[in-house]
């Protein structure tokens, strides 16, 4: 498929409708047979496992903290809701913290320091992130990611 690239100027190009376009892949099974993202969750310090997906707007993946665990502080220009699956702990988002447990959402805003803890020295926090990083990367790298020093 080729990218059209459009201005301002072409707005009157906008078309009435678009043809559905189904992609080779609809379904990605048991994501965490696929194996951690050893690079990505060792700077991270905490295991995450990504959805392999053709969206072009949101990214999905399944992250987890060791028991006892805790991310990097960070931050990044893509919103993320982050749902649990499992376990209990907090999200320091800037200077508000904000306790979580299995069943719970958590909204990280745009651009806001935040680290994750999972406060169950046994078990481990297992949670989804939604992000809309993909989007910002197919405007133009938009997508930043920032960890604390």
Known sequence: MKTITYHSADFDKTPPSIPVEIPE????????SAG???AYSGERKHPVFFVDLPSHAISLTLGGLLPGGCSNRHRHTYETILYVLEG???TLV????VD????????IPVWAWHHHVNL???RPAKYLACENA??????GRLAIRE???
């Open 147 to 149: 960890e604390a020093k």
């Open 36 to 38: 951690v993202k050893e």
């Open 25 to 32: 892949k609809l379904i990605h099974k048991a994501v965490e």
């Open 94 to 97: 800037e200077d508000l913290r």
């Open 100 to 107: 979580w447990q299995a069943g719970d959402a958590v909204y």
């Open 88 to 90: 209990r702990g907090y």
């Open 120 to 122: 169950d020295d046994e």
């Open 134 to 139: 993909p989007m910002l990367q197919n405007m």
